[in-house]
């Protein structure tokens, strides 16, 4: 026995490791699509077993741009039952809606006071609804911040994302630094986690794929949709391997099989095309099939939404507690 380990109290090693947190969410602003799950979801699924995951639905944040209760309540709903047909198992994972748990907004505000103006004009989401001249609400222009509180109230040490999103958890990352500096070591700075083969999934224009511009497969898809996506694809005419039609196909089957494949049909798209239709359908069939077993029960899976959000609840609070102490207005003796 070394020296070290023989300073070390023996209870050491009988005390279970905490497992690391992983957080991570999707606006409830549309319908799933392919880039979301190869983007975000899947690494979820696939870290649920080493992480203490929480998995929310980001509903005031799909308010900067749907304005619309009825449809407001079935994307809550509908993004519900994604999750849940994916594959996260609330016995492992923690879903829950943002606006269930107020400190969200709270601490918002309180990073809003932190905040310099130019300092958000420089997010890309901003810059691009001003380059579109659009009337800006405070809710897009702020949705960073709102963001840096989802965030950093459950102190995570990794937020699966899609590239878009870089940009956002540099923006909580500053945020955190920010606050620590002048109030004092409170929030643990977050690492984004992105995939890089799955950075950007693109879209059947080959833009990246994206509910805003029209050009997605959905995750649920029927295989009537299915087909007339796919149809779809931009293909370049120059005869040889479809870029477009490529790049979605690997993200169901590795380079080395596909290769071979699309370089003995060069040029014959509708063939190439065909394949993809067949492979994403049998991607896409069984999590259809889960996702319509979990929609006969709505009440049972709301039920699992409410009881996520009572548990994220007292981690949001025990840190929002602390950032009240921490900025001086918790007054009180008891
Ligand atoms: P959309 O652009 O369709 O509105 P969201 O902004 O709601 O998508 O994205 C939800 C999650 O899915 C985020 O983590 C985002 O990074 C990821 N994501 C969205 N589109 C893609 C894509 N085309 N490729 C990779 N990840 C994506
Ligand atoms: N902005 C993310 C999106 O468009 C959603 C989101 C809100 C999020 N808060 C988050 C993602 C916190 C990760 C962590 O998809």
């Known amino acids: 026995m070394d020296k070290k380990s023989q300073n070390e109290p023996f209870y050491d090693i009988m005390l279970p490791m905490s497992k690391k947190v992983l ?9 799933a699509h392919i880039g979301n799950y190869f983007g975000a979801m899947k690494q979820w699924v696939d870290l649920s077993n080493d992480y203490d995951c929480y998995i929310f639905i980001a509903d005031y944040h799909a308010l900067h741009s749907l304005q619309n209760p009825k449809e407001m309540k079935e994307n809550i709903t509908n993004l519900l039952l994604d999750y849940l047909a994916v594959g996260l198992d609330p016995e492992k994972v923690t879903l829950f809606k943002q606006s269930d748990i107020s400190e969200h907004t709270e601490l918002c505000w309180i990073f809003d006071t932190i905040t310099t103006m130019p300092y958000l004009m420089r997010a890309h989401a901003f810059k691009d609804a001003e380059a579109k001249n659009k009337d800006i609400v405070v809710g897009t222009f702020n949705y960073p911040l709102l963001q840096a509180a989802d965030i950093l109230l459950y102190s995570p040490d990794a937020v699966p994302v899609g590239a878009d999103q870089k940009q956002h958890i540099e923006i909580s990352r500053d945020t955190a630094e920010k606050f ?6 409170t929030f643990k700075i977050p690492e984004p986690l992105i995939m890089d083969k799955v950075a950007v999934v693109p879209g059947t224009d080959g833009r ?9 497969i959905l995750l649920f898809a029927e295989y009537e949709e299915i087909k007339k996506a796919v149809m779809s694809i931009v293909t370049d005419a120059s005869g040889g391997i479809p870029k477009n039609v490529y790049a979605i196909h690997n993200l169901l089957r590795p380079a080395s099989e596909l290769l071979p494949i699309y370089e003995s049909k060069t040029g ?17 069939a069984p999590l259809r099939e889960r996702r319509k077993e979990f929609a006969k029960d709505i009440p049972k899976a709301l039920a699992i939404l409410k009881a996520g959000g009572e548990k994220a609840k007292k981690v949001a609070s025990a840190k929002m507690n602390e950032v009240r ?5 918790n007054v009180y003796y008891d």
Request: charged content about 35%.
């Open 325 to 329: 102490e921490k900025i001086g207005v």
């Open 208 to 216: 990246k794929m994206s509910k805003s511009y029209g050009n997605t």
């Open 268 to 284: 014959k798209y509708k063939e190439l095309k065909e394949l993809l239709i067949e492979d994403l359908e049998k991607f896409i």
């Open 23 to 31: 957080l991570s969410g999707i606006q409830s602003s549309g319908k």
């Open 180 to 185: 620590n500096r002048i109030y004092g070591d």
